[in-house]
Structures are given as C-alpha cells and as structure tokens.
C-alpha cells in the first residue's frame, strides 16, 4: 500500500474557499432576514398582550384613560420596546358602535357592565426594526387590538325594611 502526499497547494481547498466566499452574502442575508422576522413576531406578541392588558384594566371600570395607557406603556417598556409615538386608544363599542381607530377615547370609568370595550396600540415600526427591513416593505405602524367586556359591578340595592302586613 502506498500513501499519496498531497501538496500543500491543494485545488481543491482553493475551491471551497471561492463558494464560501460567493454563498456567505446569501446566508448572511437569509440569517438576518429569519432575524428581523423573529424579532417582528416577538414585538407583535408583546403588542397583543399589552393591549389585553390595557383592555383588562379598562374592563374594571376602576381605572382611567391616563392609567391604561400607563398599564400599556409599561408592559411594552418591560417588554423591551422602545414607547416613543406610542398611541392607546380605548372604545366604548357598546355606546358607539362604529367607533374608528383614530376617534377620540372613551373613558373607560364610564362603561357599565358587559359593555365592550377595544383598546387599540400603535408603536412606530422604526421604533423596533433592528436592519434595513423598512427599504423592502412600506410598514410604518404596529398595531394590536385587545377586547374585553367590562367587568364593573353593578350597584345592588338592598331594601332592610320588613314588609307590613
């Protein structure tokens, strides 16, 4: 049996050196890419819960518009995001049913039971973007939606008198 040596100038090692180099910009670009869209569904989660939680504290009927938004922009602030042009909006749908997104709030104290309630939350997209994601697609806002039903309790009135009789 006889051992071939081969060189230290191998063709062929030259070779694979030439197609990392040609596929590396492909990879990078697919990593970065399934990066950026992770981290877009990993904001859109904390979006979503934010709003329900906004819509949570809204539904207790306790809580005022400047809480929620504060309830809100706390979640998103622990949850990493950067709160800059942030927008919480709340309806009433029970009282105003064809509520737009951009209407005015509601205050949510003034809600009576199982009225429902939306509360909406927008964050400016390059709030979160981490590349150049923005030069391929025409996202300027995040938006998540909560609904609740308000949860305020209802009065009730005891009468103590003894009927007579």
């Known amino acids: ?16 050196a030439v197609e990392f180099a040609i596929v590396l910009p492909l990879l990078l670009f697919l990593l970065l890419g399934i990066w950026e869209v992770g981290r877009l569904v990993q904001v859109q989660q904390i979006m979503a819960n934010a709003a329900r939680e ?15 938004e504060t309830i809100v922009q706390r ?3 622990a949850g990493g995001l950067d709160t800059t042009g942030l927008t919480v909006r709340i309806h ?7 509520a737009e997104l951009s209407d005015p709030s509601d205050d949510p104290q003034a809600a009576h039971q199982l009225h429902l309630l939306r509360v ?17 697609t025409n996202v300027t806002t995040l938006r998540a939606t909560g609904f609740w039903l308000s949860m305020k309790d209802q009065p009730i009135v005891v009468d103590t008198e003894m009927p007579r009789g």
């Open 75 to 77: 979640y998103l602030t």
């Open 54 to 68: 906004g819509a949570r504290a809204a539904s207790t009927g306790a809580r005022s518009l400047a809480e929620v």
């Open 120 to 136: 909406h939350v927008t964050l400016p997209f390059k709030n979160v973007r981490w590349v150049l994601v923005s030069q391929i």
């Open 92 to 98: 009433n749908l029970s009282l105003n049913p064809g």
């Open 1 to 16: 049996m006889r051992r071939h040596l081969r060189s230290r100038s191998d063709p062929r090692r030259a070779a694979a």
